[in-house]
């Protein structure tokens, strides 16, 4: 029988150290240590003593599967490990909930930094800061460059009508959590579901693409794009509009529960981002005020389900109490947004 150290939450050691000495001829005494967790998918470091690697499992408790997919981030990785892309290698996957009671995955443990406050890019100074955020953009933009069919993606998502389904996805996300009457919020949902604009071409939209999801080396490179849970084909495009409606959440009130990276002295702004993006990518951003529109609807509906659960007593720390003053001027920067349309 196989000796292991402690057992983080989610993980059965002795189970896991068999079925890792089985598939991956890994010894199997494990020591392991939870570096990630929450409502989202469970990040864990497993090491046998000479090697380590990743292992990534559902949240703890009850959730959907659908939701909490592993096969779609462990399949998506894998297709791009040949492009320009940079994400871990991937090892195993795993569907037999014996072995830790959920699905999983392992893979490479990569080497990075996933930056998010200010004050650690303000340790790498203005020059340094300025370079991560460039390639940062261009790494978003290799990732709308690959063609989703070509590495064995062209079934990952249905793409047709994506801008119409994320609409109307927000807008019931936003009808649940009701508590308050937010007239731009409707104003704005009334503006966007009236003038959809035709999609750009297919590609594999991150879903979540920022730079504490993505780990920078000591020589600022981006060394793994990471947490593909949200990922799925689209129009790539709401992935650019959602990274810079964070960069404007990071200056309100709402700014202290999400990554404030952005506001770093050195750090592209929002024009820069946008043209730096736009010289590596073919597509068409004339409509582009109507994805940054839909971004911070998006992120409005997300804080709205924050603040009612603050209301009712149901998060978990501080820092809750301003999130719902944060939502008026993201709704007011979406409806603005839709003016800066061509």
């Known amino acids: 029988m196989p000796t292991t150290g402690p057992a983080p939450p989610g993980l059965d050691l002795e189970r896991l150290g068999t079925w890792f000495a089985q598939i991956l001829g890994a010894g199997d005494r494990l020591q392991a240590s939870l570096v990630a967790g929450g409502k989202s998918n469970l990040t864990y470091v497993v090491s046998d003593g000479e090697q380590e690697w990743i292992v990534r499992r559902p949240p703890l408790g009850h959730v959907l599967a659908t939701a909490h997919d592993m096969s779609r981030e462990y399949r998506v990785m ?80 249905r793409a047709e009508g994506f801008l119409h389904r994320q609409v109307n996805r927000w807008k019931k996300q936003l009808d649940a959590s009701y508590v308050r009457d937010l007239p731009e919020a409707d104003e704005l949902y009334q503006r966007l579901s009236a003038d959809i604009p035709v999609e750009s071409a297919t590609g594999i939209v991150h879903g979540d693409f920022r730079l504490d999801n993505l780990l920078v080396d000591a020589q600022d490179r981006v060394t793994a794009v990471l947490d593909w849970e949200m990922a799925t084909l689209g129009d790539p495009l709401a992935d650019l509009a959602m990274l810079l409606v964070y960069h404007r959440l990071a200056k309100t009130a709402g700014g202290s529960l999400v990554a404030d990276a952005s506001t770093a002295r050195g750090f592209l702004g929002e024009t820069e981002v ?63 947004a839709l003016k800066e349309q061509g």
Do not use: W
Not at 280 to 309: N, P, T, V
């Open 78 to 157: 894998t297709a791009l490990r040949d492009t320009a892309v940079p994400v871990p290698t991937t090892y195993a996957m795993c569907q037999d909930d014996s072995v830790v009671g959920a699905p999983f995955y392992v893979m490479e443990r990569c080497v990075g930094t996933p930056y998010r406050k200010a004050a650690e890019l303000g340790s790498l100074g203005a020059g340094r800061t300025r370079t991560v955020s460039t390639r940062l953009v261009d790494t978003l933009a290799a990732l709308h460059q690959v063609d989703p069919a070509a590495v064995g993606l062209g079934d990952f998502g």
């Open 274 to 336: 946008i043209e730096r993006y736009a010289a590596g990518s073919d597509r068409d951003l004339s409509r582009f005020g109507f994805y940054l529109g839909l971004a911070a609807f998006k992120l409005a509906a997300i804080l709205e389900g924050i603040h009612y659960r603050y209301l009712q007593g149901q998060t978990v720390g501080g820092g809750f109490d301003n999130i719902g003053e944060a939502i008026h001027p993201l709704l007011a920067a979406g409806l603005s």
